[in-house]
């Protein structure tokens, strides 16, 4: 396993190591040609579908994006042109044999539709583009970027579906094959289920993780793409391929696991392309001809852990030359498989991110110690260790520790229903004659379980009951979480809030896979609430393209025949009544998309899903009484006097019916986007009779209250503007009197929480949300710190019947950017073309400083305040402009790079607000400075 280690584990790469480190103030390595670039426009940070230089594309026309470097106020492309090439030297020639768009006179930099001549599967494509300014100067070409396709037609695939004539725990397969000399490129497309890990030659293929990403596998199944040429040599090659269970087959056998179920046996398709110098093709794909055995894993499970026995590998089965006819012959599957998708119903791999040194090590008897990795977090462990044959070393994952300093699993799910671990027995290597002082010395690194945790406990288990122990030389934790480009940064003067934002952004980190998790450990699973209700604040800090697009599919395969999108996608799982059925998580389905257009100008998830859309909208509206929708399940997790897991403060009649509502009006701006008038009409027309309803059952005027008066239903009724405009204040005043009564502590839950931040920033009292946020005793963010918590927990006191590694609760990271930082996208410019900037200095903030790298380049909001001087320095992208607001007690003394603002260059003076001046900027970099006076 130690050619394994070397490639995943300690091979990181050094931008992903530098892009997540979250205590410091970073630029995004990839983007350091936008702050080196000084010249004129350029195009840089090329993408196709998202991604840079991306494999297994599926999709005919790929849509082509890239960013605009340039320091001059003002710059903006106004034509583009676009050539590709099936090779470097082609482009290098000016012979685009695929694609020459000549001049394009455009300000579009994203979505472009590939429209050359037919691509063909596992092609690669290479390509590159220039730009017109504004003074149609020219720019120079970019780098060149490049992408390689997938299948593109079913009956391509030379594979069939292979598996064991048997059910085995965890499987290993082999096959070998020729190479003739003469070999110029082999590219190969696999699959391997519940998750596989290919060698080729006995080196590992890649560098991804628990791949494929987690599907339903009854309507789609997702398959990698790899250039594997120099993997490969001219005669007598071996793939090898091993495979454990995932989410596609889950078992329980007296350890932890959340449900149990199986989509069939362990399985694996391989389409191997050999393209020859002299024109020639052949194929290697999986048959009948493969042989299989049991594999070392002896226990596997996504929720279990992982058992290896080291003594059950065969040795030197993934190298040419090894004898397998002891072996079975695989078994072809005859049932049909899913449909077999590549890229484009795909997110970004899962793989190593860092690698983390224990900062304590307790021994607690001779035979078991405890390891602190400092850090809850996504976590695979590294274990470097000798002793017998036969011998073990068991690993046991925890949050949080007992006085005592053993583990406390209940914040993981109830220890009566099991532990979970990784357990790895020696095979009792000889002492080497090289290197005594690493004699005996096994490595192991798990393939198919992680988990979220801090602490492991390490139990030493002798081959024979009172034999020798094991000696542990070193364990290691490794962060393992989708690779998804971190895009913000955020920092202020405030140290509790520093803390918190990182609190919140771990516990992001550990469940960005390739679902967005709920928890890393006990549950694994899709709840979609976190999907829309933090999809801002996950935006913001990551670029979430494809990773919301997976979702999106992953909503689309579950949806049932009836319209109805379940609380989970996908549904691995069926719960019963509300925890199946709950507005408030379904409506993910039409939030998802719009937001992918708010922050990306997606319009794809739009007219991709617009029919499906409407029929989980026509669910709602059969199920809806009066005007009024109790599918739901409340403010989840509001801090209520009997501190449960349900809602107590705020029913599901209110939460559910708000969501129908937003829905509907969400359904209609789709609508007018896409060109469906009368639809939209229609939906309007809906969204109406849904707030006269609310209206009717929820409005008090005697009491100047909405529903039950809580801190979530007053925010929903502002939020979504239930209310009139003569009663805004006074539920706005009952809002703010019962957050003063009770020191500004929130009982907002999962559901409501974002609505009270917003509400409250909305109508102007961001000075609130800083009080309710800065407090150090319960319920909040610091009360979690103040308990020890690492990343942010389920419920707001951080109690132990909890999920210790929950992000539901993180929608406070939107309010730094959106409000605090003030990085908005004005929604009629989407994709950020036209930006919102808008800060709010509160509390005792004496700097912000913020930068977003958004689809179409870096916006940076850094301000300072002292000594009555509110100074702001703002970036924007080229072919972007921004509506900035001041703050300033005096607006006509506003100066602009020291001179009056509404003279400076590429500064239009539109309006004074209140305590604000209104300026329109063009593109590039600006410093206001203004008196201030708070």
Same mark, same amino acid.
């Given at each position: 396993?130690?050619?394994?280690?070397?490639?995943?584990?300690?091979?990181?790469?050094?931008?992903?190591?530098?892009?997540?480190?979250?205590?410091?103030?970073?630029?995004?390595?990839?983007?350091?040609?936008?702050?080196?670039?000084?010249?004129?426009?350029?195009?840089?940070?090329?993408?196709?579908?998202?991604?840079?230089?991306?494999?297994?594309?599926?999709?005919?026309?790929?849509?082509?994006?890239?960013?605009?470097?340039?320091?001059?106020?003002?710059?903006?492309?106004?034509?583009?042109?676009?050539?590709?090439?099936?090779?470097?030297?082609?482009?290098?020639?000016?012979?685009?044999?695929?694609?020459?768009?000549?001049?394009?006179?455009? $300000?579009?930099?994203?979505?472009?539709?590939?429209?050359?001549?037919?691509?063909?599967?596992?092609?690669?494509?290479?390509?590159?583009?220039?730009?017109?300014?504004?003074?149609?100067?020219?720019?120079?070409?970019?780098?060149?970027?490049?992408?390689?396709?997938?299948?593109?037609?079913?009956?391509?695939?030379?594979?069939?579906?292979?598996?064991?004539?048997?059910?085995?725990?965890?499987?290993?397969?082999?096959? $070998?094959?020729?190479?003739?000399?003469?070999?110029?490129?082999?590219?190969?497309?696999?699959?391997?289920?519940?998750?596989?890990?290919?060698?080729?030659?006995?080196?590992?293929?890649?560098?991804?993780?628990?791949?494929?990403?987690? !599907?339903?596998?009854?309507?789609?199944?997702?398959?990698?793409?790899?250039?594997?040429?120099?993997?490969?040599?001219?005669?007598?090659?071996?793939?090898?391929?091993?495979?454990?269970? &995932? #989410?596609?087959?889950?078992?329980?056998?007296?350890?932890?696991?959340? =449900?149990?179920?199986?989509?069939?046996?362990?399985?694996?398709?391989?389409?191997?392309?050999?393209?020859?110098?002299?024109?020639?093709?052949?194929?290697?794909? !999986?048959?009948?001809?493969?042989?299989?055995?049991?594999?070392?894993?002896?226990?596997?499970?996504?929720?279990?852990?992982?058992?290896?026995?080291?003594? %059950?590998?065969?040795? &030197?089965?993934?190298?040419?030359?090894?004898?397998?006819?002891?072996?079975?012959?695989?078994?072809?599957?005859?049932?049909?498989?899913?449909?077999?998708?590549?890229?484009?119903?795909?997110?970004?791999?899962?793989?190593?991110?860092?690698?983390?040194?224990?900062?304590?090590?307790?021994?607690?008897?001779?035979?078991?110690?405890?390891?602190?990795?400092?850090?809850?977090?996504?976590?695979?462990?590294?274990?470097?260790?000798?002793?017998?044959?036969?011998?073990?070393?068991?690993?046991?994952?925890? $949050?949080?520790?007992?006085?005592?300093?053993?583990?406390?699993?209940?914040?993981?799910?109830?220890?009566?229903?099991?532990?979970?671990?990784?357990?790895?027995?020696?095979?009792?290597?000889?002492?080497?004659?090289?290197?005594?002082?690493?004699?005996?010395?096994?490595?192991?690194?798990?393939?198919?379980?992680?988990?979220?945790?801090?602490?492991?406990?390490?139990?030493?288990?002798?081959?024979?009951?009172?034999?020798?122990?094991?000696?542990?030389?070193?364990?290691?934790?490794?962060?393992?979480?989708?690779?998804?480009?971190?895009?913000?940064?955020?920092?202020?003067?405030?140290?509790?809030?520093?803390?918190?934002?990182?609190?919140?952004?771990?516990?992001?980190?550990?469940?960005?896979?390739?679902?967005?998790?709920?928890?890393?450990?006990?549950?694994?699973?899709?709840?979609?609430?976190?999907?829309?209700?933090?999809?801002?604040?996950?935006?913001? $800090?990551?670029?979430?393209?494809?990773?919301?697009?997976?979702? #999106?599919?992953?909503?689309?395969?579950?949806?049932?025949?009836?319209?109805?999108?379940?609380?989970?996608?996908?549904?691995?799982?069926?719960?019963?009544?509300? +925890?199946?059925?709950?507005?408030?998580?379904?409506?993910?389905?039409?939030?998802?998309?719009?937001?992918?257009?708010?922050?990306?100008?997606?319009?794809?998830?739009?007219?991709?899903?617009?029919?499906?859309?409407?029929?989980?909208?026509?669910?709602?509206?059969?199920?809806?009484?009066?005007?009024?929708?109790?599918? /739901?399940? &409340?403010?989840?997790?509001?801090?209520?006097?009997?501190?449960?897991?349900?809602?107590?403060?705020?029913?599901?009649?209110?939460?559910?019916?708000?969501?129908?509502?937003?829905?509907?009006?969400?359904?209609?701006?789709?609508?007018?986007?896409?060109?469906?008038?009368?639809?939209?009409?229609?939906?309007?027309?809906?969204?109406?009779?849904?707030?006269?309803?609310?209206?009717?059952?929820?409005?008090?005027?005697?009491?100047?209250?909405?529903?039950?008066?809580?801190?979530?239903?007053?925010?929903?009724?502002?939020?979504?503007?239930?209310?009139?405009?003569?009663?805004?204040?006074?539920?706005?005043?009952?809002?703010?009197?019962?957050?003063?009564?009770?020191?500004?502590? #929130?009982?907002?839950?999962?559901?409501? *929480?974002?609505?009270?931040?917003?509400?409250?920033?909305?109508?102007?009292?961001?000075?609130?949300?800083?009080?309710?946020?800065?407090?150090?005793?319960?319920?909040?963010?610091?009360?979690?710190?103040?308990? /020890?918590?690492?990343?942010?927990?389920?419920?707001?006191?951080?109690?132990?019947?909890?999920?210790?590694? %929950? =992000?539901?609760?993180?929608?406070?990271?939107?309010?730094?950017?959106?409000?605090?930082?003030?990085?908005?996208?004005?929604?009629?410019?989407?994709? +950020?073309?036209?930006?919102?900037?808008?800060?709010?200095?509160?509390?005792?903030?004496?700097?912000?400083?913020?930068?977003?790298?958004?689809?179409?380049? #870096?916006?940076?909001?850094?301000?300072?305040?002292?000594?009555?001087?509110?100074?702001?320095?703002? !970036?924007?992208?080229?072919?972007?402009?921004?509506?900035?607001?001041?703050?300033?007690?005096?607006?006509?003394?506003?100066?602009?790079?020291?001179?009056?603002?509404?003279?400076?260059? /590429?500064?239009? *003076?539109?309006?004074?607000?209140?305590?604000?001046?209104? @300026?329109?900027?063009?593109?590039?970099?600006?410093? @206001?400075?203004?008196?201030?006076?708070?």
């Amino acid at each position: 396993m130690l050619g394994v280690i070397d490639q995943v584990a300690v091979s990181l790469s050094k931008s992903l190591l530098f892009c997540f480190r979250a205590a410091a103030w970073l630029a995004v390595p990839c983007l350091s040609a936008e702050a080196l670039f000084t010249g004129n426009l350029l195009p840089v940070s090329l993408r196709c579908e998202y991604d840079p230089d991306p494999r297994g594309v599926d999709e005919p026309h790929p849509r082509l994006f890239w960013k605009l470097a340039g320091h001059e106020r003002g710059l903006r492309q106004t034509a583009y042109q676009i050539q590709v090439a099936s090779s470097l030297d082609r482009l290098a020639q000016q012979q685009p044999d695929l694609w020459d768009t000549g001049k394009i006179v455009s $300000e579009e930099s994203i979505h472009i539709r590939y429209q050359g001549a037919p691509l063909q599967s596992s092609q690669r494509v290479f390509w590159r583009v220039r730009v017109w300014d504004h003074k149609d100067r020219p720019s120079d070409w970019s780098t060149n970027a490049s992408w390689i396709m997938g299948i593109l037609r079913p009956d391509e695939w030379r594979g069939q579906w292979i598996c064991a004539p048997a059910e085995t725990e965890a499987l290993i397969l082999r096959k $070998e094959f020729e190479v003739r000399p003469g070999l110029k490129r082999a590219v190969a497309h696999v699959c391997g289920l519940g998750h596989y890990e290919m060698f080729l030659n006995g080196t590992r293929v890649g560098e991804d993780l628990f791949t494929p990403g987690w !599907t339903d596998y009854r309507k789609t199944t997702l398959y990698d793409t790899y250039e594997v040429t120099g993997l490969l040599k001219s005669g007598r090659n071996a793939v090898g391929v091993m495979l454990g269970n &995932g #989410m596609y087959h889950v078992v329980r056998r007296h350890r932890f696991a959340k =449900f149990t179920g199986s989509f069939g046996p362990l399985r694996a398709i391989l389409h191997l392309r050999l393209e020859y110098e002299d024109g020639a093709v052949e194929f290697v794909g !999986t048959d009948p001809t493969w042989r299989v055995h049991p594999g070392p894993i002896t226990y596997s499970s996504i929720y279990g852990g992982e058992d290896y026995d080291a003594r %059950h590998e065969p040795h &030197g089965w993934k190298l040419p030359g090894f004898d397998d006819r002891s072996w079975t012959k695989a078994v072809a599957i005859v049932r049909p498989a899913a449909t077999l998708k590549g890229h484009s119903a795909s997110a970004l791999p899962i793989r190593a991110i860092q690698i983390h040194q224990p900062t304590r090590v307790q021994r607690l008897a001779a035979d078991r110690y405890v390891y602190d990795l400092g850090q809850n977090a996504s976590w695979m462990p590294r274990l470097h260790v000798r002793g017998p044959a036969g011998s073990a070393v068991r690993l046991i994952p925890a $949050e949080v520790l007992h006085n005592d300093g053993t583990i406390d699993r209940r914040t993981m799910g109830s220890p009566e229903r099991g532990l979970s671990w990784w357990q790895y027995t020696l095979k009792g290597m000889a002492p080497s004659q090289n290197n005594p002082a690493k004699s005996g010395t096994e490595t192991w690194f798990p393939q198919f379980y992680y988990v979220g945790c801090r602490y492991l406990e390490a139990h030493l288990l002798p081959a024979e009951p009172g034999g020798p122990l094991p000696e542990i030389l070193s364990l290691e934790g490794v962060l393992v979480h989708s690779i998804s480009e971190p895009v913000g940064q955020f920092e202020c003067s405030n140290d509790l809030i520093n803390q918190i934002h990182r609190l919140v952004r771990w516990a992001q980190r550990a469940n960005m896979m390739s679902i967005l998790t709920d928890c890393p450990h006990r549950e694994k699973l899709g709840w979609l609430e976190q999907a829309h209700l933090n999809g801002p604040s996950l935006r913001y $800090e990551f670029d979430l393209g494809r990773l919301f697009s997976k979702v #999106m599919h992953d909503m689309a395969d579950a949806q049932l025949p009836n319209g109805l999108v379940p609380n989970i996608a996908p549904e691995y799982t069926v719960f019963d009544g509300p +925890f199946r059925a709950a507005a408030e998580w379904g409506s993910a389905f039409i939030q998802v998309p719009w937001q992918q257009y708010l922050f990306y100008a997606d319009e794809d998830l739009l007219r991709r899903n617009y029919d499906r859309m409407k029929q989980y909208f026509a669910w709602m509206e059969s199920h809806a009484e009066q005007g009024l929708l109790a599918q /739901g399940l &409340g403010d989840w997790c509001d801090w209520g006097p009997e501190r449960v897991n349900r809602a107590e403060l705020t029913p599901p009649l209110v939460t559910a019916t708000a969501f129908y509502y937003f829905n509907a009006l969400t359904l209609a701006r789709i609508a007018r986007r896409l060109g469906y008038d009368a639809d939209a009409r229609t939906l309007e027309q809906k969204a109406q009779t849904i707030r006269a309803a609310c209206r009717q059952a929820f409005w008090d005027p005697d009491r100047g209250t909405f529903a039950t008066g809580s801190q979530a239903a007053h925010a929903i009724a502002l939020e979504l503007e239930w209310l009139e405009s003569n009663e805004r204040p006074l539920v706005l005043a009952s809002l703010l009197r019962d957050l003063t009564c009770r020191g500004y502590a #929130m009982t907002a839950g999962g559901i409501g *929480f974002r609505f009270l931040v917003q509400a409250l920033a909305r109508s102007g009292y961001s000075d609130v949300v800083f009080r309710m946020i800065h407090r150090t005793d319960a319920p909040g963010y610091g009360y979690q710190l103040a308990q /020890g918590a690492t990343a942010l927990t389920e419920f707001w006191d951080a109690r132990r019947t909890g999920s210790h590694n %929950h =992000f539901m609760l993180g929608h406070i990271v939107e309010w730094f950017y959106k409000d605090l930082a003030g990085i908005d996208c004005d929604p009629e410019g989407p994709g +950020f073309k036209q930006i919102l900037m808008r800060p709010s200095p509160v509390g005792d903030l004496h700097w912000v400083r913020a930068r977003y790298h958004s689809i179409r380049g #870096m916006i940076e909001s850094h301000w300072h305040l002292q000594e009555g001087v509110f100074q702001w320095r703002i !970036t924007i992208p080229p072919g972007t402009t921004a509506v900035v607001y001041v703050p300033s007690a005096h607006p006509d003394q506003i100066k602009e790079s020291d001179q009056p603002a509404c003279r400076s260059p /590429g500064v239009t *003076f539109l309006r004074s607000e209140q305590d604000r001046a209104v @300026f329109r900027i063009e593109s590039g970099s600006y410093e @206001f400075v203004s008196p201030w006076k708070p």
